[in-house]
């Protein structure tokens, strides 16, 4: 391939794409000059992060505060039996370098907070949200509406998953068009307490990273004002219009949300301190 | 009368609106969101909905895994 610089190597490590009607050597081009980061290293984290590994996209960022756990290995497939008690981030990237050597990772061994969001979120150019909380959902959300960044959200409950692309100030509507404030304490299940299906978030976490390639590549029409319902048992997927809120409190016509919310202390999932407290 | 409510028929009264079709399957109007026969619709019409025979609708919940 002329004209695109690819090195010898990337002609054939990429060459499904290159030859791909709609991705070609300038999609190819475009994957490798862009940004992705994944927030959580997960179950929706780790197809959506070794997929975009694969595809070659140049640098793909994974956040994430916590340690692999046995229980863990049953759907994040990105982390194996080796890696039981090593951060995530350090795991994952170990498979994301093995996927593909060419492509820079970045790690952040870190829990987003409203102190760090904006630093950690403002060098990327497409954030997608593989988190498992509430309150991560909501910080991710508010700071890439404030940030003017595409989000692409996924989240999965037993059988049960969503996806959406939430892309700001296109009167395109955000979490919180949909869900202007969380769930309080206790209304809505966690995985740890509803269990979930293994491969729900290999479905659904390669639905995002899809939605991203997209995005980066300009293929096809993204997942923008529909959100994409996928229920395993009867193996059916879903759309539903969704609109943007000129009342919403972070995108709407007179936003109230402003600043970066922490919602820890009163959200659908108990903190560990919390949990620390009550044992 | 009788609507479809995620592919499952279900009997309301009349006058039923759509509010009264989320809290009858036992969810919050809140953290529900609700396509009316193809068309979203907003939540502060939620009780304002009525319903009529052969409605279809789809109530998607809040969820938060990964």
């Not at chain 1, 709609?22 to 984290?45: D, E, H, S, T, W």
């Not at chain 1, 290999?202 to 997942?223: N, R, S």
Request: hydrophobic content about 40%.
């Amino acid at each position: 391939m002329t004209g695109f610089g690819f090195t010898e190597e990337q002609v054939q490590r990429y060459a499904r794409h290159i030859i791909l009607p709609g991705i070609g050597g300038a999609g190819q081009k475009a994957l490798l000059n862009a940004k992705v980061l994944c927030i959580g290293a997960g179950g929706l984290g780790s197809p959506i992060a070794m997929y975009l590994a694969a595809a070659g996209v140049g640098t793909v960022g994974i956040l994430d505060f916590d340690r692999v756990d046995l229980s863990n290995l049953q759907r994040q497939i990105v982390h194996g039996t080796k890696d039981v008690g090593r951060p995530k981030v350090e795991s994952a990237a170990e498979t994301l370098r093995d996927i593909n050597p060419g492509i820079e990772v970045v790690t952040y061994d870190t829990l987003l907070g409203s102190d760090n969001a904006f630093g950690i979120l403002e060098p990327w150019d497409i954030v997608i949200d593989g988190t498992d909380n509430f309150p991560v959902r909501y910080l991710v959300n508010d700071a890439t509406q404030i940030l003017g960044k595409p989000l692409v959200y996924g989240s999965i409950y037993q059988f049960e998953g969503q996806a959406t692309v939430f892309m700001p100030g296109q009167e395109a509507p955000c979490y919180r068009c949909l869900f202007p404030q969380p769930p309080p304490p206790g209304t809505v299940p966690s995985c740890a307490e509803g269990g979930v299906f293994g491969v729900l978030p290999g479905i659904v976490g390669c639905i995002q990273a899809t939605e991203a390639i997209k995005l980066i590549t300009g293929l096809g029409e993204p997942l923008i004002g529909k959100l994409l319902i996928f229920d395993a048992l009867v193996m059916e997927f879903t759309t539903v219009k969704i609109r943007w809120d000129a009342d919403c409190p972070v995108c709407g016509k007179e936003p109230t949300v402003t600043e970066l919310i922490d919602y820890d202390m009163f959200c659908g999932i108990p903190s560990r301190t919390q949990e620390g407290d009550t044992a | 009368m009788r609507v479809v409510a995620n592919g499952k028929p279900r009997e309301v009264g009349p006058g039923a609106t759509v509010e009264d079709l989320i809290r009858f399957v036992g969810l919050d109007p809140q953290y529900v969101i609700v396509e009316h026969n193809g068309e979203a619709l907003e939540r502060k019409r939620y009780g304002e909905a009525r319903l009529t025979e052969g409605d279809r609708l789809e109530l998607v919940r809040a969820v938060a895994g990964g």
